[in-house]
């Protein structure tokens, strides 16, 4: 039940921290990567969307289904990617609870604190350099990036 109430605390602090992104704007390569982007207008085309944006397909993929469902509404680009930076802050808790288990640390004295989890999930969900991925719509290619990478470390381990 601890780690409802962590993943929680975390949810509400990342909110308290990036809700006023929601209502920024399209902003430098927005425009070129979004908003100017035929191929996030024309959605229905995945596989030219393929074609030309195949090494980041799945981003170019999330920002066609955004447009789909409410065209260019910005809020609704800033909510995907603050769910991204939550969903990436849940992994950091997750695999810090685990390498707590670990049994090259499980000895150690300051892997047995309870809230080291949390503690570092927080300050992975405001540090400053987070700013730019969270707040910066085109940067979601970041934010995936690490979701799939942390993802993938948090089933390897």
Do not use: C
Not at 45 to 71: C, E, T, V
Not at 83 to 112: C, D, G
Request: aromatic residues 22%.
């Amino acid at each position: 039940m601890h780690h409802l109430f962590n993943l929680g605390l975390i949810t509400f602090v990342a909110f308290i921290s990036y809700s006023n992104s929601f209502a920024g704007e399209f902003v430098f390569d927005d425009h070129v990567t979004i908003v100017q982007n035929f191929l996030v207008r024309y959605y229905h085309d995945w596989q030219l969307l393929w074609q030309i944006h195949s090494i980041r397909f799945l981003p170019f993929a999330s920002f066609a289904l955004n447009f789909q469902l409410l065209g260019l509404s910005v809020w609704q680009y800033h909510l995907v990617n603050f769910l991204f930076h939550v969903a990436n802050s849940f992994m950091v808790y997750f695999l810090i609870r685990l390498w707590q288990y670990t049994p090259e640390v499980r000895n150690n004295i300051l892997t047995k604190w309870r809230r080291l989890p949390l503690l570092i999930a927080m300050l992975f969900t405001v540090h400053p350099i987070q700013t730019g991925a969270v707040t910066y719509i085109s940067q979601r290619f970041t934010l995936m990036a690490a979701f799939f990478y942390l993802g993938s470390l948090l089933f390897y381990t």
